[in-house]
């Protein structure tokens, strides 16, 4: 298998499940900054440009946070990502997509560039409190989830995976994170699969 990544992007989620598993897989950086998703190199691999992308044993490619985190999940069960009954799946799930559909994409997704989200300069420190608004109430609701336990669904799974990811940028931007939350983010930094991808992406 081989992960292509950025330092510190969403993909690094989808990092730390990979080392959870503890199978051997390749990582390859991409230079999301110099443009290199839009490359031909890239865009062979992902024609969405984006990161991260999985490149399995058989040749296919993989795309999208949930659907990787569920494959992985679901292919590597001795790992124990996903609880066994139907009902906690669906519940690991529903806070996966919140997390990448509601707090990433459009929480940070208008703080990281909300070009993207007006056609005028001029609104964008708007545009950029706004997305800390829809995270911060994203946080909210996961603080109440993770007041009743320690990882989203109960034991660790992939939606822990994602929540981590969006924390770590909280830590980068300095939004202060509700306390079960920043409980949850000590909790994911303290696993030795956490550690060794801040050390791999060059972020401990
Ligand atoms: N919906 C995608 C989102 C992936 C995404 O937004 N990736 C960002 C990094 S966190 C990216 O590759 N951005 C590059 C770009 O937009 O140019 C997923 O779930 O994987």
Request: aromatic share 10%; hydrophobic share 45%.
């Amino acid at each position: 298998m081989k992960l292509y990544y950025a330092p510190g992007a969403c993909s690094i989620g989808i990092h730390v499940l990979l080392e959870e598993i503890g199978k051997p897989y390749d990582a390859v950086a991409v230079k999301l900054r110099e443009g290199a998703q839009y490359q031909p190199g890239y865009t062979a691999v992902n024609p969405k440009s984006k990161v991260p992308a999985l490149a399995r044993d058989d040749g296919s490619v993989l795309t999208e946070f949930p659907a990787i985190a569920y494959w992985l999940a679901r292919t590597n069960p001795f790992a124990g990502l996903l609880p066994d009954s139907i009902d906690l799946q669906a519940r690991t799930l529903e806070v996966l997509d919140y997390v990448v559909a509601t707090l990433h994409m459009q929480g940070f997704g208008r703080i990281i560039r909300p070009s993207a989200f007006t056609p005028n300069a001029a609104d964008e420190d708007a545009v950029k409190a706004r997305g800390r608004e829809i995270a911060g109430n994203g946080f909210a609701l996961l603080d109440t989830l993770l007041a009743q336990q320690d990882y989203a669904t109960g034991a660790f799974s992939i939606a822990d995976a994602a929540i981590f990811y969006v924390s770590f940028w909280a830590d980068r931007f300095k939004m202060i994170l509700p306390g079960n939350v920043a409980a949850h983010y000590t909790r994911m930094n303290a696993r030795p699969a956490v550690q060794r991808v801040l050390q791999q992406e060059g972020l401990a």
